[in-house]
């Protein structure tokens, strides 16, 4: 049983929080521009007088700003948006017949798009906008529901590297409102229409800033608790994501007046790049900093997506197993609430898997399902559904913040994070992790079909939850030799859980499977018994299975050696 009531009566204010946050709206916060850097400022000044020490530095991001974006047919202009990572057109914009294209992207071939422009129906993401780019299309239309919500259409991880470039559809984009695309759709099925597409984006490299904040626990200690987000915002950013902001420099200050409880340090990380290079500053601070993160980072708490108007669910905010008890039981002792969490995925500045770091939360609270008025219609097609009508518009303004949530959600975070950087013990639970993953080896045998041999995993993934079971039965008798392996099975079994077994390179942005090592595994079953593609992906996929192996060896290695007295730092 868990000890909460010390982390509970934290004096966080409200009244601080409300005018941090009028403070960090007072600008438009644009990846690498003048008036993000000022808000940078702004940030670095009251965690300075917080207490803590920090550091700004400026790093070199692929960066895209949409600046303007025009739409005619049959020469009647129509309102519309561009995006972060379009192209930008010839100043006499690039023409096209326009075809409308209503379902999957199966439906996306070059017989039909070759040299036109081509409106994308039911939502488009970056696999349609992709398939319509390497169709031929001259350019693409989207829509977003009844409101512009900005968006990025590249699926590259933070900035470029040559085998990602591929990832940003190098083709032209606009979105247009719903009832614009029913009109629109109304004429493409009742003539022939000619569509021209003129879009400016400023997209380059540029120095964009990374702030680090550390308050430092009166015992020496390299350990670090993150609490991890970006300032960048589309306009002002109210809860998306000043209201974050606002919460690191709670932390902060409260953490500063805490140094003596403290078993490791604070560390709070302040990106840009988020919004507008897919990532660029978490991605740049996870190869940059590889190192330091990898022997030292206990945690990271992603903070996004807080206090908003109607943001009553708490269920379902992405975490790592290994961490989801202890934010259980946080939230449902602030809130009454079960939390149930959802899997850490390719989005929300989860860029540390490849670190071995435990994640919690990201897009922190979130709107009601499917009840909720202002979200019912229209909004399935972007993340407004979850995090209000307002999301990624010039309409997040600080009236959406609801400084009741407001405060419940600094509150979480910061009793959190103060728990795990004041317990002696390090609060991962990796009986969880094991569980999860021995489901996941289960899943991928019986995917296969029959077709390939998992039976090796499987035994390994039971032998290491019979391990843990078994490690976390009795109390530890060296606390720090403990926390030491803890640490080190995180290396293991966080790659293990959510990368294709590169720690050293984040995969890109396209969704994965859980285990995704093991994916390949969609693609055998798809082949023909003993053709030719087959064996390829087989061949592959024992290069996967090795990942597997491996690292379920290693962990069960340096569990036992723990158990039998042998264990040395790691």
Known sequence: MRDLKPYLDYPVSIDRLMDNLHHICMWERLSGTEEELEAFCYMERELKEAGAETEMIFHDAYISLPVSAKLYINGQEYMCHTASMAKSTPPQGVKGTLVYVEGGPEEITAERCRDRIVMLGGGAGFEKIHKAWKSGARGVIGCPGEHFHE?????????????????????????????????????VENGIYEACILTEVDTGWRKIPLLFADIRAEQKTDRYVMLSGHLDSWYYGATDNGTANCIQLELARIAAQHRRDMKRNIKIVIYSGHSHGRYAGSAWHADNYWNDLHKNCVLNMNCDIIGGKGATDLSRSIIMPEVRGVAADFIKAYTGCEFRGGRCGRNGDQSYYINGVSSAFSSFSKQPRPDNLENRLQQTRSGAYDFGWWWHTTDDLTDKVEPEYFLRDARIYISIAMYFACNSIIPLDFRETARELCDLVDYWAQRAQGRYDLSEPQRLADCLLERFERLYGDEPKEVETFNHLLLALGRILVPL?????????????????????????????????GSSDAYDIMTALNHKRNFVLDSFERAIELTD????????EV
Do not use: F, H, Q
């Open 151 to 187: 968006k990025i259409i590249s699926n590259a991880w933070g900035s470029p590297t040559p085998s990602t470039r591929d990832l940003i559809p190098d083709i032209p984009y606009v979105s247009v409102l719903e009832k614009t695309r029913e009109e629109i759709v109304e004429l």
């Open 497 to 529: 859980n959510y990368t294709t077994g590169n720690i050293y390179e984040n995969d890109s942005g396209v969704p994965l499977p859980p285990m995704p090592s093991l994916k390949l595994i969609d693609d055998l079953i798809r082949t023909p018994v």
């Open 561 to 568: 050696r723990y158990m039998d007295g042998l264990a040395e």
